[in-house]
């Protein structure tokens, strides 16, 4: 049984052109590894049930052989000073228990290395082409013209900018696009939730209008969620976007996940490929009662700096 915590039973074929046919699951990746010793799929290393905490130790050795140095020092201790004092007795009883399952766990060191290549080839099959970003920038521009003309005036025009995934340098071919409709740069003015699900009411006519001429589909507004968001999908591309309303929170998050990735390149590696992992194990659906991708990307953040 091939157990390489998921990421290590992936394959690609390096002889097509294709991106849809190169770009596959991790549940029909072949693997095939330009090392000449004992086939991966005889290889029992990494059990599926670890917890996110021991996926992010092991994967760090994997591709770091320790944890990030930049990250390890000032800045990430001043990243977790501010919920070390609230939460230290439940951080130390989760390191603990993770600790006692890293003890139950045999690696062989001499495979490390193979299994490195492995993952940084994965990784660089896994990343959107330059016509994945070429899209996203062109809807993104899209967005702010049809906000403009719906929203502007001469006092002002909002404007859309993009955040989460795509934003960080974090997301897939198949990824969602996370827009949101600024109309004040001020992060401390606050709209209401009444004034988001209005925005988001009026906006959403706009584009069935344009359903209605079959540039897009699937227009939804969720204004009973958390965060009112406006779903909606580009035929021409397909991809999906989620449309709110002043996200700042979530601009400001992502933001610190690109800077924090900008200081070492391992770290975004890691979380890419953990969160790749938590996706194809369906444990990375919000709306399931699973885990968001900041939560994993923290969680990866939170064992590196503790390592």
Not at 67 to 80: Q, T
Not at 205 to 227: E, T
Not at 262 to 289: C, G, M
Request: aromatic residues 8%; charged residues 20%.
């Amino acid at each position: 049984m091939a157990t390489l915590a998921a990421i290590s039973s992936v394959s690609y074929d390096t002889d097509t052109d294709s991106d849809s046919s190169r770009l596959l699951s991790l549940s029909n990746f072949p693997v095939q590894p330009q090392v000449q010793s004992t086939p991966w799929e005889t290889i029992d290393l990494v059990p599926f049930s670890l917890s996110f905490g021991v996926l992010a130790r092991m994967g760090i050795a994997f591709l770091l052989a320790r944890a990030v140095a930049v990250v390890g020092n000032d800045f990430a201790l001043s990243l977790l000073q501010v919920q070390r004092g609230k939460h230290m007795g439940f951080s130390r009883h989760a390191e603990c228990l993770e600790l006692e399952e890293l003890t139950a766990i045999s690696v062989n060191p001499s495979l490390l290395p193979a299994l490195n290549q492995l993952l940084l080839e994965a990784y660089a099959i896994l990343r959107p082409k330059p016509l994945d970003y070429d899209q996203r920038n062109t809807l993104v521009d899209v967005f702010r013209k049809m906000v403009n003309q719906r929203f502007g005036s001469n006092s002002g025009s909002p404007v859309v900018e993009p955040f989460g995934s795509f934003t960080m340098d974090l997301f897939t071919p198949h990824s969602d696009l996370d827009l949101s409709i600024n109309f004040s740069a001020n992060t401390d003015e606050q709209y209401t939730r009444k004034q988001m699900i209005s925005i988001i009411k009026k906006f959403s006519k706009v584009l069935f209008s344009y359903q209605r001429s079959g540039i897009f589909c699937g227009v939804l507004p969720i204004v009973s969620a958390r965060v009112p968001i406006l779903k909606v999908i580009d035929r021409g591309t397909g991809v999906e976007c989620d449309i709110s309303v002043e996200n700042k929170d979530g601009m400001t998050r992502s933001m610190i996940i690109k800077f924090v990735s900008s200081l070492d390149e391992r770290f975004q590696i890691l979380s890419y490929l953990v969160k790749f992992w938590a996706k194809v194990h369906d444990l990375n659906t919000p709306r399931q009662l699973t885990m968001s991708s900041m939560s994993i990307i923290s969680l990866v953040a939170f064992h590196l700096q503790m390592g």
